[in-house]
């Protein structure tokens, strides 16, 4: 089955919550006029618009040990037209937990043709060491908006409170490097019909969110909430009660590694009476709005 925003259940009048469990295969395909959001686990979203575009946002398949194992081989990504990489982390650019040394990033990139688009330094780190082209890799900054997708799909490069480091391990010594990533970012992305997904990134608190909730009105937010590196539970809910202020929110970023430890459960608790939508799903759960 697939969920529609439509069809979730209200508890107590107030606050609506789906839990994972209710959610099982087999998934539709995207129907048109609809944005089919695909969860991967960690940060990694596969974006269908309205339009049919598809947009990978930080690819991290083959290491990640949340993704489900169809999605291992990239093909079963079917097309891709974008890839956004939200900072340098090896958990966002797919280099975390590979042995050869390489990035999902790169391969995919390589696999499907799609430009990558990020921050200028990390692209910058990527195009230096080889893994993108010139033209493959297309930098950009915060406040920055592009339409590598055609003129009715806007996508903007927001603040994130992280940082960015770019570590390649050489696979024969193991040794690492560390290159510059730029600035990490966050992205909102307006589809055709005006809808916007604002995927935040990695991200501590801080108070411009409160502007992002005024000035771009987010409907869907992918909300990191794990803790340790980002906003823990707690944090996630006060930005979204006080200052976000979003219609939807899934949850991401969490129990992918032990550090990792909110839950989505705890956001929920935190958020308390609330009009949003809070979207626990499981890894390779779709979601359509
Ligand atoms: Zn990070």
């Not at 956004?84 to 090896?90: A, C, P, Q, W, Y």
């Not at 995927?199 to 009105?217: A, C, N, R, S, V």
């Not at 009476?273 to 626990?280: D, P, S």
Request: include cysteine; charge should be neutral; charged fraction near 20%.
């Amino acid at each position: 089955m697939t969920l529609h925003h439509r069809d979730v259940i209200n508890l107590c009048g107030l606050l609506v919550v789906v839990l994972a469990l209710a959610l099982s295969a087999p998934l539709l395909q995207a129907q048109a006029g609809k944005v089919e959001v695909l969860w991967l686990g960690n940060a990694t979203f596969k974006i269908t618009t309205p339009g049919g575009k598809v947009i990978v946002i930080d690819p991290y398949l083959k290491g990640n040990p949340k993704t489900p194992a169809d999605y291992k081989d990239f093909a079963k990504l079917g097309k891709v037209d974008l890839i956004l990489i939200t900072h340098g982390h090896g958990d966002h650019v797919g280099t975390a937990n590979r042995t050869d040394g390489g990035s999902d990033a790169a391969d995919l990139a390589k696999l499907t043709g799609a430009k990558v688009f990020g921050p200028a330094g990390l692209i910058q780190s990527l195009i230096d060491i080889g893994w993108l082209s010139n033209e493959q890799g297309v930098r950009f900054g915060k406040g920055g908006k592009v339409q590598p997708l055609g003129p009715q799909i806007t996508i903007t490069q927001v603040r994130a409170e992280h940082s960015s480091e770019l570590t390649v391990t050489d696979p024969a010594t193991k040794k690492t490097t560390t290159h510059v990533g730029g600035e990490p970012a966050g992205f909102i992305i307006q589809m055709e019909n005006g809808f916007k997904l604002y995927h935040m990134g990695d991200t501590g608190i801080f108070g411009d969110m409160k502007l992002i909730g005024e000035y771009y009105k987010p409907d869907l937010i992918l909300m990191p909430i794990g803790g340790h590196f980002v906003m823990d539970p707690q944090d996630a809910a006060y930005a979204t009660k006080e200052w976000l202020k979003p219609k939807f929110v899934i949850p991401m970023h969490y129990g992918t590694t032990p550090v990792l430890k909110g839950t989505p459960q705890e956001y929920v608790a935190a958020l308390g009476q609330t009009t949003v939508k809070v979207f626990a799903i499981n890894p390779g759960d779709r979601l359509e709005f």
